[in-house]
């Protein structure tokens, strides 16, 4: 098992910039790949990010070109969402996601662990 702990969401202008981080306990996070995904409001849940275990790869969906940045500290079992240039469409609730298995994937069913979500809203 392994709980994971999403903080630093939060209330930001257009153009703002938040860095999320979430927390993994229990079976040892650093053999996981790790993913971000959104759920905003009326909308089902997105893709936004993923890395590898050792953090070699990663990956972003389209929407982010540029703006997000995905990192891991294996040694501090935290993954960061590194956002810059936030828009009101990227105001949703993130979600932090942990997988058994060796690839991180890009679809929610992929991933077996979920913590409870941080919000975010961007104002216009």
């Not at 828009?87 to 662990?113: L, Q, S």
Request: net charge positive; charged share 20%; proline share 2%.
């Amino acid at each position: 098992q392994v709980q994971l702990v999403e903080s630093g969401g939060g209330l930001v202008q257009a153009g703002g910039s938040l860095r999320l981080s979430c927390v993994a306990s229990g079976r040892t996070s650093s053999n996981c790949p790790m993913g971000w995904f959104r759920r905003a409001p009326g909308k089902e849940r997105e893709f936004v990010s993923a890395i590898a275990r050792n953090g070699g790869s990663t990956a972003y969906a389209g929407f982010v070109k540029g703006r997000f940045t995905i990192s891991r500290d294996n040694a501090k079992n935290t993954v960061y969402l590194q956002m810059i240039n936030l828009k009101p469409e990227d105001t949703a609730v993130y979600y932090c996601a942990a997988r058994n298995g060796i690839y991180y994937g890009t679809r929610a069913n992929d991933y077996d662990y979920w913590g409870q979500g941080t919000q975010v809203t961007v104002s216009s």
